[in-house]
C-alpha cells in the first residue's frame, strides 16, 4: 500500500488521528513535511464532517428504535460531557477549538465533534472549530516529530 494512503488512513482513526499519521509520515516514511501535514489534516477532517452531518439523523431514529441505542447514546453523552464541559461551557467555541488542538488521548477531532453534537453547537461553528483545531494540533505534533519542540518529560 502506498505510504501517502497509510498516513491519510491513520489519520481517519479515532485513536490514531494526526497523533499517529503525522510521525508515521515523518519519522517511519520520510516523507516530506508539508505533504505528511495536507494529507494528515484532510484525512483527520472527514470523520467530523460525517459524525456532525450523520450523529443527529442516526441517534433520533436509533432512539426510537432501541431501548440499547437510547441507553447507550445517554451513556455517550455523559461520559462526552465529563471530558468536555468545562471547556466548552467556559469558552464556547474557543473551547472546542482548544479541545481539539491539545494532542493528547481523548482529545481531537472525533471526540470534539461528538462534543459539539452534544452540546448542541451549529454544524458551522462546529466543523470550522474542528478544523481550526487540527490545524493546530497538526503544527504541534509536526514540530515534535521533527524536534523542533522539546518537551521536558
Known amino acids: 500500500m ?4 497509510k498516513v491519510f488512513l491513520s489519520a481517519l482513526t ?5 497523533r499517529v499519521a503525522i510521525p508515521l509520515g515523518l519519522a517511519a516514511f520520510k516523507l516530506p513535511w508539508w505533504q505528511v501535514y495536507i494529507v494528515s ?3 483527520n477532517m472527514l470523520p467530523p464532517l460525517f459524525i456532525l ?10 432512539n426510537k428504535k432501541s431501548k440499547l441505542f437510547n441507553r447507550f447514546f445517554t451513556w455517550l ?3 462526552t460531557r465529563k471530558k468536555t464541559e468545562t471547556k466548552i461551557n467556559k469558552y464556547g467555541v474557543l473551547g472546542l477549538i482548544i479541545f481539539v488542538a491539545i494532542p493528547l488521548p481523548n482529545t481531537g477531532a472525533w471526540t470534539g465533534a461528538l462534543a459539539a453534537w452534544i452540546f ?4 458551522s461553528k462546529s466543523i470550522w472549530s474542528i478544523f481550526i483545531g487540527v490545524l493546530i494540533a497538526g503544527i504541534i505534533v509536526s514540530l515534535l516529530t521533527l524536534g523542533i ?3 521536558p518529560w
Open 53 to 62: 452531518w450523520s450523529l443527529p439523523k442516526i441517534s433520533a431514529w436509533l
Open 2 to 5: 502506498n505510504e501517502i494512503i
Open 120 to 123: 448542541g453547537l451549529s454544524f
Open 149 to 151: 519542540v522539546n518537551l
Open 14 to 18: 479515532p485513536i490514531g488521528e494526526l
Open 77 to 79: 453523552t455523559i461520559r
Open 41 to 43: 489534516v484532510i484525512g
